[in-house]
């Protein structure tokens, strides 16, 4: 753990250089921003919720930590191997020819069909090609070989996604890993209140969420609910026992903290996760 965590800093805070044609100039770089921050002080994931939109954001330092862990061995192989490969050749091209030759490897020695992909072949994912909750882009194509299934990671450190990524770090991916790199669409906000404990799920990164528990007449999908200021509305605490419901069941109330408040049982503080 202590490797891929300092890997992984090193990767959010690594000079992917600039270009003339890159926004960069006005809007900043990933890698600039992230110099001198506290990353394990941040929380994993931030939700922000107005009375017009719901945002939540996963921490990347934090999701890659759960999520994967650094091989260093495989690592210096893949770089050993790509320094001898043509110049022009850049990281995602030769990332995606190692990844192929390692596989093809495995698939001529092993008789199992259960690899990553279409038709088997590594597959390369982008995260910005689809929904995503991730703090920074990630790119990373995907292989199996004999001892597993592995990554080589690369995080997005500039502005203009179309370029500015760090050069790939291999890492290894368990079905056990909760959450999974796979799961940068997930997202859970659930209600603090241990007599609710009320949950929803969104797997779009937080456009729709769907109520997960025992229906009730006050149960729907999170953004359908009525979102209100305790300027506009006193949120009022009551016990969950008997039949009595607080005036604020049924609306999200934003308090003076900026803080969600359950609408099923209008007491329990709303906090996102994985």
Same mark, same amino acid.
């Given at each position: 753990?202590?490797?891929?965590?300092?890997?992984?800093?090193?990767?959010?805070?690594?000079?992917?250089?600039?270009?003339?044609?890159?926004?960069?100039?006005?809007?900043?770089?990933?890698?600039?921003?992230?110099?001198?921050?506290?990353?394990?002080?941040?929380?994993?994931?931030?939700?922000?919720?107005?009375?017009?939109?719901?945002?939540?954001?996963?921490?990347?330092?934090?999701?890659?930590?759960?999520?994967?862990?650094?091989?260093?061995?495989?690592?210096?192989?893949?770089?050993?191997?790509?320094?001898?490969?043509?110049?022009?050749?850049?990281?995602? $091209?030769? !990332? /995606? #020819?190692?990844?192929?030759?390692?596989?093809?490897?495995?698939?001529?020695?092993?008789? %199992? @069909?259960?690899?990553?992909?279409?038709?088997?072949?590594?597959?390369?994912?982008?995260?910005?090609?689809?929904?995503?909750?991730?703090?920074?882009?990630?790119?990373?194509?995907?292989?199996?070989?004999?001892?597993?299934?592995?990554?080589?990671?690369?995080?997005?450190?500039?502005?203009?996604?179309?370029?500015?990524?760090?050069?790939?770090?291999?890492?290894?991916?368990?079905?056990?890993?909760?959450?999974?790199?796979? $799961?940068? !669409? /997930? #997202?859970?906000?659930?209600?603090?209140?241990?007599?609710?404990?009320?949950?929803?799920? %969104? @797997?779009?990164?937080?456009?729709?969420?769907?109520?997960?528990?025992?229906?009730?007449?006050?149960?729907?999908?999170?953004?359908?609910?009525?979102?209100?200021?305790?300027?506009?509305?006193?949120?009022?605490?009551?016990?969950?026992?008997?039949?009595?419901?607080?005036?604020?069941?049924?609306?999200?109330?934003?308090?003076?903290?900026?803080?969600?408040?359950?609408?099923?049982?209008?007491?329990?503080?709303?906090?996102?996760?994985?």
């Amino acid at each position: 753990m202590d490797s891929t965590k300092r890997v992984v800093k090193a990767m959010l805070c690594e000079n992917t250089g600039s270009h003339f044609l890159d926004s960069g100039f006005a809007y900043g770089r990933n890698w600039t921003r992230n110099q001198g921050r506290k990353f394990e002080t941040e929380p994993a994931t931030v939700l922000e919720i107005t009375e017009g939109e719901i945002s939540v954001t996963h921490n990347l330092y934090h999701f890659l930590l759960e999520s994967v862990t650094y091989n260093p061995k495989l690592t210096k192989r893949f770089s050993d191997w790509a320094r001898r490969q043509p110049a022009n050749k850049g990281w995602l $091209d030769l !990332a /995606k #020819v190692w990844a192929e030759r390692q596989w093809n490897k495995y698939y001529n020695d092993s008789e %199992s @069909d259960g690899h990553p992909g279409i038709g088997g072949q590594p597959a390369v994912v982008n995260t910005y090609n689809s929904d995503d909750a991730l703090s920074q882009t990630i790119q990373y194509v995907l292989y199996e070989d004999a001892y597993g299934q592995h990554i080589l990671l690369q995080i997005h450190g500039g502005c203009d996604v179309r370029g500015g990524y760090t050069r790939p770090r291999v890492f290894d991916v368990s079905e056990d890993d909760y959450p999974s790199i796979f $799961d940068n !669409a /997930k #997202v859970g906000l659930i209600c603090l209140n241990m007599n609710c404990q009320s949950l929803w799920y %969104s @797997d779009d990164a937080g456009y729709s969420f769907h109520f997960q528990g025992n229906y009730s007449e006050d149960s729907k999908c999170f953004e359908q609910y009525e979102r209100v200021s305790t300027e506009d509305f006193e949120l009022i605490s009551s016990s969950m026992n008997g039949n009595d419901k607080p005036l604020s069941a049924g609306k999200v109330v934003i308090d003076e903290h900026g803080k969600p408040h359950c609408p099923i049982c209008g007491i329990g503080e709303i906090v996102a996760g994985y």
